[in-house]
């Protein structure tokens, strides 16, 4: 083989890899992502173990809404932890016994199975800023003992349980919020 022929053998063998590694990259960084759930605090909605695939594109197109189950940080560690998102921007929160007030409004929350009778607030949310909760409120370790998070630490949109199997399902429905 001439230098020439090995050269190009080289480049197409590492245009063969670099290429789909590039494109991998960018959709885990920009568009989707799996996350695992590691503990309690979600039940009944997501067991210690699922596999959850994760939107990374959602929150670039949309603000956040309440009720969406989300990845998120809680500081600039790599730790990511699934919540809900319970209070917006701009908006006062309050627990009572266990039920979460906004702007002075009870709201239900039909996807808890679990309830505790907590007191936390009133607290005025930031205009940057979200409140997640765990659907298990009485293990959850929250923003009623961390504090609001800001929307740059949401790390994507949880779409769908994907493991194990016999749990496979979308989550893409938002819970309506009504007054009590």
Same mark, same amino acid.
Request: hydrophobic content about 35%; aromatic content about 12%.
């Given at each position: 083989?001439?230098? =020439?022929?090995? %050269? ?8 063969? #890899?670099? #290429? ?5 990259? %960018?959709? &885990? =960084? ?15 909605? /997501? ?6 695939? @994760? !939107?990374?594109?959602?929150? $670039?197109? =949309? ?7 989300? +990845? ?5 560690? !790599? ?15 309050? @627990? ?15 996807? %808890?199975? $679990? &309830? ?8 005025? #949310? ?12 009485? @293990? ?22 994907? /493991?194990?199997?016999?749990? #496979?399902?979308? +989550? ?9």
């Amino acid at each position: 083989m001439t230098k =020439n022929k090995i %050269l190009k053998e080289i480049v197409e063998w590492a245009l063969t #890899i670099l #290429i789909p590694v590039a494109v991998a990259l %960018l959709i &885990h =960084n920009y568009l989707f992502t799996f996350a695992r759930v590691d503990g309690d605090s979600m039940l009944d909605t /997501f067991h210690d173990n699922n596999i959850t695939g @994760v !939107s990374r594109l959602h929150y $670039r197109l =949309n603000e956040p809404q309440r009720g969406e189950v989300i +990845t998120c940080h809680y500081d600039e560690t !790599s730790k990511l932890y699934i919540k809900r998102i319970i209070g917006l921007p701009g908006e006062t929160l309050k @627990v009572v016994d266990g039920t979460v007030y906004i702007d002075g409004q009870p709201i239900q929350e039909d996807y %808890l199975t $679990r &309830h505790d009778d907590y007191n936390f607030g009133p607290y005025q #949310i930031g205009e940057d800023e979200i409140f997640v909760m765990g659907d298990n409120r009485p @293990v959850s370790q929250d923003c009623r003992q961390l504090g609001p998070i800001p929307k740059d630490y949401i790390y994507g949109r949880v779409m769908f349980v994907a /493991f194990p199997f016999n749990e #496979i399902r979308g +989550t893409m429905a938002v819970p309506e919020y009504q007054a009590q």
